[in-house]
């Protein structure tokens, strides 16, 4: 759309352009692969062919220009934005304080909001400790990006309360001083939620539902089911170790479980960016299971109505861990907080809120060294595609709304994000304003097609207005000429946006051809017309994301670590 970007624009855009690259470290395949006579007939029931879509585009090519690559590897944790970005949930009300990470399930609002609550009531409540008054700080943070600023030393709070004790194993394991306070502040477990049929199926098969039927299930092809990234989600890294546990017990990482792990993860087809994501593609009909805590289960009746509910791995008790050297002065008010905490009052309104329930279940997993599961985590970003690679296609909007601040930053995201594409996936880039231009053919990721990548990125320029679908289209049209001769690639399109279609064809045009190619689009925006975005996103179950300048390469590149 052509209109002047204010400096906020852009750095929305920037953000998304980095949120583009994170979805990708995030694992989101959900794809149908279907042979290129198959889609062509269901396209031409549906409508218009992709091909007379397409026909309708002026689409230009550009030179392919090298840039310079940097070869230096890529930590994620490099691209943290300040931790203002995660605000207080409840802040110090005295000059001695601790203030404690905490994971989000309890730390929000609502029935997620519980330790909000106590801290709450515990600032208000006058406390004394060694004769000073004294509060907490509450930061809501999921554990996985808590436990990247803890040991990355860009900001470390005086405790954490992560939902399960595998990450205090792992910032444990990376030399930072921990001591485990308190093992179970409220109570929680993971479990496998699903659809009474299928569960119903299983169990006249297998006898019963555990996590070695489900794998067994998942490698059979005999039940779908979609799990969340083991870098950020506590569920995801709860489901690997357990999983990994189940195909060698005596080493997680031997031969034995890369080959069983692999095998599964091949009929896998979803692996999402968010719960959320995840539950709506439930909903659709494109799963038949996935993984969740009880306190959620507990608190959404539509789920149990639908769901059966079936523990698994470590329990997710929130256990607390000093951080540090803490003063004496800080351990008493942490301990204080505590057994606060641990009142049958409190506990009470926990059990109301969905936790303490399940109690008699005992985690199936002894203790697991902090170092191991941080190589689960390699193995699992090495294997997630199974033996599939991702074929990949970045749009990049250049209308004139994108001139100046709002370019740069989208320049710098996408050649962050770069650093964590593997070299074995395919990607190509297309810009757009009026017309389309595709900037770099889809080919495999070498540091030939990665310098080409580079140099198309800073060649990228502003001008004109946005024509949005017409770049889909032209995108879906170059990853399916990718999948007609390799179908086992999974396709995905990035788009990259600050406003809304002015030019080209439109949603309602389309949307039957992009429903037949089941490609998912993530879409990444920043102050962007988001609701637009989000029904592009919704088509086939990806992700939207209204990025914000400060942590978008963060976000992009958790996604394309996990991703790509």
């Known amino acids: 759309m052509a209109r002047v970007g204010s400096p906020k624009k852009l750095l929305i855009l920037l953000g998304a352009a980095v949120f583009v690259f994170t979805v990708v470290y995030f694992g989101i395949s959900l794809t149908k692969n279907l042979g290129k006579d198959d889609v062509q007939v269901n396209a031409e029931k549906a409508g218009k062919t992709l091909e007379s879509i397409v026909q309708d585009i002026k689409v230009n090519q550009t030179d392919l220009v090298k840039g310079q690559v940097n070869l230096d590897a890529a930590k994620l944790k490099d691209s943290l934005p300040n931790i203002s970005k995660y605000p207080a949930q409840v802040d110090k009300t005295t000059d001695a304080y601790v203030e404690i990470f905490s994971s989000t399930e309890k730390a929000g609002s609502g029935t997620d909001g519980w330790l909000t609550e106590v801290a709450t009531d515990f600032n208000n409540a006058g406390i004394m400790v060694d004769g000073k008054p004294v509060s907490v700080r509450i930061r809501g943070i999921a554990s996985g990006v808590a436990a990247d600023y803890i040991t990355s030393g860009k900001y470390v709070p005086d405790a954490f309360s992560p939902s399960n004790e595998l990450w205090g194993e792992m910032i444990k394991s990376e030399g930072v001083q921990t001591q485990l306070v308190e093992k179970k502040l409220a109570g929680n477990v993971a479990g496998i939620l699903i659809s009474k049929s299928k569960n119903e199926e299983l169990i006249k098969k297998y006898g019963a539902i555990n996590i ?306 089941q490609i998912p689009i993530y879409t990444i925006g920043y102050n962007a017309k988001i609701e637009a975005l989000q029904s592009i996103s919704s088509i086939n179950e990806a992700a939207s994301i209204n990025a914000d300048t400060d942590n978008v390469v963060y976000q992009l590149g958790n996604l394309f670590n996990a991703q790509m």
């Open 212 to 517: 070695k039927t489900v794998t067994d299930a998942v490698s059979a092809n005999e039940l779908a089911m979609g799990y969340t990234n083991p870098f950020a989600s506590s569920t995801g890294l709860n489901f690997l170790i357990t999983a990994l546990d189940t195909f060698d017990s005596s080493n997680l990482l031997s031969d034995k479980a890369k080959k069983g792990f692999e095998t599964f993860q091949n009929n896998i087809p979803f692996v999402a960016y968010t719960t959320l994501q995840m539950r709506d593609s439930a909903k659709s009909g494109v799963l038949d299971g996935f993984m969740l805590e009880y306190q959620t289960y507990a608190n959404s009746p539509e789920l149990q109505s639908d769901y059966v509910f079936t523990p698994f791995g470590v329990r997710h008790d929130s256990p607390v861990y000093a951080i540090g050297n803490l003063s004496s002065e800080k351990t008493n008010i942490l301990k204080t907080f505590i057994d606060f905490a641990k009142q049958d009052k409190y506990q009470k309104l926990a059990t109301k809120y969905g936790f303490n329930h399940l109690n008699e279940y005992k985690s199936e997993l002894g203790p697991v060294n902090g170092s191991v599961i941080s190589k689960a985590q390699e193995l699992w970003k090495e294997k997630k595609n199974g033996t599939k690679n991702i074929c990949a296609v970045f749009i990049a909007d250049v209308s004139g709304s994108m001139a100046g601040e709002p370019l740069n930053k989208l320049k710098q995201s996408l050649l962050q994000g770069a650093n964590f594409i593997g070299k074995d996936n395919r990607v190509g880039l297309i810009s757009y304003s009026n017309n389309v231009t595709i900037n770099l053919p889809i080919q495999p990721f070498d540091i030939t097609q990665r310098s080409y990548f580079v140099g198309a990125v800073n060649s990228l320029e502003a001008n004109g207005n946005t024509a949005t679908f017409d770049a889909i289209a032209v995108a879906t049209q170059m990853i399916q000429e990718q999948t007609a001769s390799n179908p086992d690639l999974k396709p995905m399109i990035f788009v990259l946006s600050d406003g809304a279609t002015n030019r080209g064809h439109s949603l309602d045009e389309i949307r039957s051809v992009l429903e037949t190619y």
